[in-house]
């Protein structure tokens, strides 16, 4: 795919990766990604705005210089330091070695870190601007969205965003722009809970900032150009980002995996246990589950309870699934336990407590182990940590 014009004087100069399957080792990508540079261009300069990934660095440098010559480059700008965005900079700075780096502060260490050199770096601030001839780059700064050197750059004049990833998706489609490509709604949403969703009060804040601007095209740092449905895409990422409607009654979810029954047995007495200390509760068979619209309800929770039978000496990979999901969430505050049936070893409710407390849960109560088929002691033992784990919530 060749460049894309935007606008007078700016350009799409990125590369496309639609075979990829999985981002940074943990995050899927079903319909690959983009690599989003930008290239603006005014009377006195012109502007790169990001890199791209070094595997497609001789790609990006052809389409870059069919556009302009190296010397006529005066500016790096660096919204986000992550190798997606800078693997090709060394390279880069070796064909433009007199334009000026431009970055937050925060950044200023990853850059130096990526080259293995000390560099001069242009830092700016929010407000701050860079005049490069009839167009004016202007900078906000935006940490945590999601690095804390995130800013975001804007061109008033063709009234172009340039957030980095905030507002990006992995959705490869050579169109680019958001009207012309196909429906990449699950990817937003997919992006945003993986990458955006732990810092959702910087969300609101940079949201808050950009309000008054006047943008009329939004240029993320992958997927398609925002162009067409502006406010919907705003409004959707402030609404991901708004705090959960808490009821009245705290809400407690139970979660367990069995193979034979007895850890659901076990389960069902935590849930009445947690009902009698006047919670509302969600028993979750794992087995069966959805991941994404569990942690949405775990954000809303006050507490859970995980319940794995042992094998192997371990807690079984569906638990190990919701639990390293959850560190996408503010859990501090909420409370946790964990409980279930074993035949000889039965590790998995300490090696779950642990992961916990990891996660920075409160765990207000030892777990309860029942080997085989939990007896009534065992499972009046469920009923209370039932109890105390909501109780713990007033404590």
Not at 25 to 45: C, F, P, Q, R
Not at 86 to 103: F, R, Y
Request: with cysteine; aromatic share 10%.
């Amino acid at each position: 795919m060749n460049t894309l014009s935007m606008a007078p004087g700016v350009y799409w100069t990125g590369v496309l990766d639609p075979d990829l399957r999985i981002f940074d080792v943990i995050m899927k990508a079903d319909h690959g990604t983009t690599y989003n540079s930008y290239l603006v261009k005014g009377d006195k300069g012109c502007a790169l705005i990001e890199t791209a990934k070094e595997k497609f660095r001789d790609q990006y440098f052809q389409k870059v210089f069919s556009l302009v010559d190296p010397s006529q480059i005066t500016h790096v700008i660096l919204n986000h330091t992550e190798p997606d965005h800078t693997g090709s900079l060394g390279a880069l700075l070796e064909q433009v070695p007199s334009a000026t780096l431009v970055s937050s502060k925060n950044a200023v260490p990853f850059i130096k870190a990526i080259l293995n050199r000390d560099v001069e770096v242009l830092t700016v601030g929010d407000g701050d601007t860079i005049d490069l001839g009839g167009v004016t780059l202007e900078f906000f700064q935006t940490p945590f969205l999601h690095w804390p050197d995130t800013m975001f750059t804007f061109v008033r004049e063709r009234g172009i965003l340039f957030p980095c990833d905030f507002l990006g998706s992995h959705f490869a489609d050579e169109r680019m722009f958001d009207d012309e490509v196909d429906d990449f709604t699950l990817a937003r949403r997919h992006y945003f809970d993986h990458i955006i969703r732990p810092f959702k009060e910087y969300v609101l804040k940079a949201l808050d900032k950009i309000k008054d601007l006047p943008v009329k095209m939004i240029a993320p740092s992958h997927g398609p150009i925002l162009r067409t449905n502006l406010d919907k895409y705003i409004e959707d990422y402030r609404q991901w980002s708004l705090a959960p409607a808490k009821g009245e009654k705290p809400y407690a979810m139970v979660f367990y995996l069995t193979s034979y029954g007895n850890t659901k047995q076990m389960a069902e007495e935590v849930a009445k246990g947690a009902r009698e200390a006047g919670a509302d509760v969600g028993v979750f068979d794992l087995q069966a589950a959805d991941i994404p619209a569990i942690v949405d309800e775990v954000e809303r929770a006050d507490a859970i309870a995980t319940g794995s039978l042992t094998i192997n000496g371990d807690a079984v990979k569906p638990v190990w699934d919701l639990l390293s999901s959850l560190a996408t969430l503010k859990i501090r505050g909420k409370s946790a336990v964990a409980f279930g049936s074993y035949g000889w070893s039965g590790e998995a409710v300490r090696f779950m407590e642990e992961r916990l407390k990891g996660l920075k849960f409160k765990v207000p109560a030892e777990g309860v182990r029942a080997q085989l088929f939990p007896t009534e002691a065992d499972l009046n033992a469920c009923r209370e940590l039932g109890r105390k784990l909501v109780g713990s919530l007033s404590a």
